[in-house]
């Protein structure tokens, strides 16, 4: 893989790989997320293909009423602009089997019993009524994140699956939960928070 690779599954279960993009569209900074936007619309609109994300942290650069982590060393949106994707029935398989990782969360035991705490509470009080309580994990870094990708694709078996890689930095997205899915003027939404049966 190489630098501004991607690849995602199409929705009908086959996979997308989109090479060597011909221009890059990144916002570093909240106010530049907008602008940044704008430009992949622009894109689309003229039938260019356009693949990559946008991170959560973001959405204080179209919101400032959103509150999130300051932005990092990694984009807030990163799109780039494509000739059109290969089709492939499979992943390609990887250069090299992905090592065992040795994950660790990023609280403490008590942090997050406080935190669980406090979730009650709130929703004991009528504050809110769900909370997507999510922390991070960390391992040290592997010598082929594509190959913890096709690992991790394999255990889940997701159908939104997706392999962003930025050189110095990858995204391994295996994520059960299809945020939303534009199909010309429908928009398709299949979240799973709080939707999915308990078990």
């Known amino acids: 893989m190489a630098n501004g690779d991607i690849i995602t599954r199409d929705g009908h279960g086959k996979w997308l790989r989109f090479r060597n993009p011909v221009s890059v569209h990144t916002a570093m900074e909240t106010c530049e997320v907008a602008s940044v936007l704008e430009a992949v619309d622009v894109a689309v609109s003229k039938g260019i293909p356009v693949a990559g994300f946008i991170a959560y942290e973001a959405a204080s650069g179209l919101d400032a009423a959103l509150e999130t982590h300051a932005p990092d060393r990694y984009p807030l949106v990163w799109f780039g602009e494509y000739s059109a994707p290969d089709v492939l029935d499979a992943l390609p398989p990887p250069r090299q089997p992905a090592l065992d990782l040795s994950w660790s ?11 669980l ?26 010598d082929d994140a594509y190959s913890l990708f ?16 930025l050189g110095e930095t990858a995204i391994c997205s295996v994520s059960p939960e299809l945020f939303f899915e534009l199909d010309g003027d429908l928009i398709r939404a299949r979240p799973m928070k709080g939707t999915a049966p308990r078990g």
Do not use: W
């Open 150 to 165: 096709c690992r991790l694709q394999a255990s889940q078996l997701s159908e939104n699956a997706a392999y962003v890689d």
């Open 105 to 115: 969360p990023s609280t403490s035991d008590s942090e997050y019993a406080e935190a």
């Open 117 to 142: 705490g406090r979730i009650k509470r709130y929703m004991l009080a009528g504050d809110t009524y769900q909370v997507n309580f999510t922390i991070r994990l960390h391992a040290h870094a592997v």
